[in-house]
Nanobody, 123 residues
Framework: VQLQASGGGLVQAGGSLRLSCSSS????????MGWFRQAPGKEREFVAA????????DYADSAKGRFTISREYAKHTVSLQMNNLKPEDTAVYYC?????????????????WGHGTQVTVSS
């Protein structure tokens, strides 16, 4: 499975970005998918996840109310709409395919990772 994340960039605080992650294989349609992020000097952390059928979603506390994860099966794509961005959201964002059909918050719950896309939020 190859994952390609895109949509990162530089935005002012309060602005919005939409990240997209495309999968090269249909297999990911049967798996949960998630977004993680890693800021300089920090560990990679969970942001959001969505189940294989899109019914179950889960968000980190930092993302609740501001970020929305969704998936488009026809395009094998999962997206992360990020609104009201804050400087502390600055990080490299990674998409990942889960080992199961459900959601997970641990890195161990995922076995395929994209290369990441940089999000920088200026104050």
């Amino acid at each position: 499975v190859q994952l390609q994340a895109s949509g990162g960039g530089l935005v002012q605080a309060g602005g919005s970005l939409r990240l997209s992650c495309s999968s090269s294989r249909r297999t990911s349609s049967n798996n949960g998918m998630g977004w993680f992020r890693q800021a300089p000097g920090k560990e990679r952390e969970f942001v959001a996840a969505i189940s294989w059928n899109g019914i179950i979603t889960d968000y980190a506390d930092s993302a609740k109310g501001r970020f929305t994860i969704s998936r488009e099966y026809a395009k094998h794509t999962v997206s992360l709409q990020m609104n009201n961005l804050k400087p502390e959201d600055t990080a490299v964002y990674y998409c990942a395919v889960a080992r199961s059909s459900l959601v997970g918050r641990s890195l161990r719950d995922y076995n395929y990772w994209g290369h990441g896309t940089q999000v920088t939020v200026s104050s």
